[in-house]
């Protein structure tokens, strides 16, 4: 079993910046993927960004140029730097884990709201 914790929600002006923060614990060292979703209001989540246990990153489109997903030496914290933000990335924040075995799990997500 894997739990994840995540932190770092907030309010902030469009343009401003914000960091996440998702501390895995539980099993640990069978974690390979970490990532984001992205859920913003009435809609469907949407994948943001992945970083592997060997530090490859992929964003979406929608990202890419101002967030930046980083990962510990560790390999059980992740963070997502986000700059430039937009009021179009307004919502909740959900980290995710994909282990060696393929199994996920998730985060209970972080509010942000980026006002115009």
């Known amino acids: 079993q894997v739990q994840l914790v995540e932190s770092g929600g907030g309010l902030v002006q469009a343009g401003g910046s914000l960091r996440l923060s998702c501390v895995g614990s539980g099993n640990i060292g069978n974690i390979d993927v970490m990532g984001w979703y992205h859920q913003a209001p009435g809609k469907q989540r949407e994948w943001v960004a992945t970083?592997?246990?060997?530090?490859?990153?992929t964003y979406a489109d929608s990202v890419k140029g101002r967030f930046t997903i980083s990962r510990d030496s560790g390999k059980n914290t992740n963070y997502l730097q986000m700059d430039s933000l937009k009021p179009e990335d307004t919502g909740v924040y959900y980290c995710?884990?994909?282990?060696?075995?393929?199994?996920?799990?998730w985060g209970q997500g972080t509010q942000v709201s980026v006002s115009s």
């Open positions: 995710f884990a994909v282990t060696f075995s393929r199994v996920n799990y």
């Open positions: 970083i592997t246990r060997g530090n490859s990153r």
